[in-house]
T-cell receptor, first 111, second 112 residues
Framework: AQSVAQPEDQVNVAEGNPLTVKCTYS??????LFWYVQYPNRGLQFLLK??????LVKGSYGFEAEFNKSQTSFHLKKPSALVSDSALYFC?????????FGGGTRLMVKP | DVKVTQSSRYLVKRTGEKVFLECVQD?????MFWYRQDPGLGLRLIYF???????EKGDIPEGYSVSREKKERFSLILESASTNQTSMYLC???????????FGSGTRLTVV
């Protein structure tokens, strides 16, 4: 069975510091992996995806994610956090009709 | 860009009312989904549809039904609204394969 785990409910970072939001997956074969961001009272917005190719994927708003097959991880990263990055982040996996979502991680960036 | 439009951003309904949440997408996607989102519970799939007039139950279909008469429109119906259906409802569509979901802006429903 497919599953996606986000082990941290919340991540706190200071503005200007690097941030990492963790995601691990368990799926046989080659995963299709996605990151979404949700701002308050909004739908989810697509940030980036990994399908194949380079393990480091660059996305919107300066975010990137690193696919690590041996660790079955797809952590979201940003070199320098902004207060405006504070939001809810979801990792997801799925190649067919449906995506499986992690439980979400709230990112709080303090000035 | 694909657009998914949910008809209402905020909705307040009374207990026992029949409630319709509408979702329309403009890129000919086969797959459409309804989720509800509650604090601490993540996204929970209510129903999905992979073609016109086709529907499949998700994880929490009780108290809900859906309708997909046209490819672009996927409606969620609360037959008799209850206070425990107060939630954020998210609609999404997907072409499938390497494409992810496109989400609507969400409808925050309050049942009083």
């Amino acid at each position: 069975a497919q599953s996606v785990a986000q082990p941290e409910d919340q991540v706190n970072v200071a503005e200007g510091n690097p941030l990492t939001v963790k995601c691990t997956y368990s799926v046989s074969g080659n995963p299709y992996l996605f990151w979404y961001v949700q701002y308050p009272n909004r739908g989810l917005q697509f940030l980036l995806k990994y399908i194949t190719g380079d393990n480091l994927v660059k996305g919107s708003y300066g975010f990137e994610a690193e696919f690590n097959k041996s660790q079955t991880s797809f952590h979201l990263k940003k070199p320098s956090a902004l207060v405006s990055d504070s939001a809810l982040y979801f990792c997801a996996e799925g190649a067919g009709n449906m995506l499986t979502f992690g439980g979400g991680t709230r990112l709080m960036v303090k000035p | 860009d694909v657009k998914v439009t949910q008809s209402s951003r905020y909705l307040v309904k009374r207990t026992g009312e029949k409630v319709f949440l509408e979702c329309v997408q403009d890129m000919d996607h086969e797959n459409m989904f309804w989720y509800r989102q509650d604090p601490g519970l993540g996204l929970r799939l209510i129903y999905f549809s992979y073609d016109v007039k086709m529907k499949e139950k998700g994880d929490i279909p009780e108290g809900y039904s859906v309708s997909r008469e046209k490819k672009e429109r996927f409606s969620l119906i609360l037959e008799s609204a209850s206070t425990n259906q107060t939630s954020m409802y998210l609609c999404a569509s997907r072409a499938g394969g390497v494409k992810g979901y496109t989400f609507g802006s969400g409808t925050r429903l309050t049942v009083v």
